[in-house]
């Protein structure tokens, strides 16, 4: 697993559904034996906000949206974005947590 990386997430409950999300922790954590990631859930609508990053033509990410992914709960990996949209990304999330 690596950063940039697209995964079909699905928690294993009946009422949760299956979403997309966007690995967002550093390699170092991904290659880890941690159970737990940092990453985000894919939007099919513009967030409408400057910290919103536009992957393709289907895909947003709101940098405001981090969340804990469960390593079990990758089911499939999906695709992964290239090094400009990464370094997008990148920029956002400086900003949103200001660092």
Not at 26 to 47: A, C, F, H, K, Y
Request: proline share 4%; net charge negative.
């Amino acid at each position: 697993m690596r950063k940039g990386e697209i995964w079909a997430y699905k928690p294993p409950t009946h009422q949760a559904r299956e979403r997309t999300v966007l690995l967002l922790s550093s390699d170092g954590v991904n290659e880890s034996d941690r159970p737990w990631l940092i990453g985000t859930e894919l939007l099919e609508q513009d967030p409408q906000d400057i910290l919103g990053v536009a992957l393709d033509s289907r895909f947003w990410v709101s940098t405001l949206f981090l969340t804990r992914l469960y390593r079990g709960w990758l089911i499939e990996q999906i695709s992964e974005i290239d090094q400009v949209t990464l370094e997008q990304v990148d920029i956002a999330l400086r900003a949103a947590l200001d660092l």
